[in-house]
C-alpha cells in the first residue's frame, strides 16, 4: 500500500520472505527518494512472513510500517483479472 518506503534500501519483508525473487524493490514516483516493495502474485506462497501482524495482532518481524495488505486471491482476481495457473 502507499506506506511502503523501502525501508531506505533495506526492507526487511524482502529478507523475511522464504521465496526467492518474490519481493522486488522498484521506483517510486511519487516520492523518488524512496523505493517501493512489489510482490510477484505468482510466486507469493501468502506465509505472511513479511507483514508485521500475526494472529490476534501479535508482531511478528516483517514490515514496521503495516505497508503489506494481504488479500483473498478472489479480491485480487477481481481487481486484477485471474492469474493463470
Same mark, same amino acid.
Given at each position: 500500500?502507499?506506506? =511502503?518506503?523501502? =525501508?531506505?534500501?533495506?526492507? $526487511? =519483508? $524482502?529478507?523475511?520472505?522464504? @521465496?526467492?525473487?518474490?519481493?522486488? +524493490?522498484?521506483?517510486?514516483?511519487?516520492?523518488?527518494?524512496?523505493?517501493?516493495?512489489? @510482490?510477484?502474485?505468482?510466486?507469493? $506462497?501468502?506465509?505472511?512472513?513479511?507483514?508485521?501482524?500475526?494472529?490476534?495482532?501479535?508482531?511478528? +518481524?516483517? =514490515?514496521?510500517?503495516?505497508? $503489506?495488505?494481504?488479500?483473498?486471491?478472489?479480491?485480487?482476481?477481481?481487481?486484477?483479472?485471474?492469474?493463470?495457473?
Amino acid at each position: 500500500n502507499d506506506a =511502503c518506503t523501502g =525501508c531506505a534500501g533495506a526492507p $526487511i =519483508c $524482502i529478507t523475511e520472505c522464504p @521465496v526467492d525473487l518474490c519481493m522486488f +524493490e522498484v521506483k517510486n514516483p511519487d516520492a523518488p527518494i524512496f523505493n517501493r516493495v512489489d @510482490v510477484d502474485p505468482l510466486l507469493c $506462497i501468502g506465509c505472511k512472513k513479511c507483514i508485521s501482524k500475526g494472529p490476534l495482532d501479535t508482531y511478528l +518481524e516483517g =514490515c514496521p510500517w503495516d505497508a $503489506i495488505d494481504m488479500v483473498p486471491l478472489e479480491q485480487y482476481e477481481a481487481k486484477f483479472g485471474s492469474l493463470p495457473y
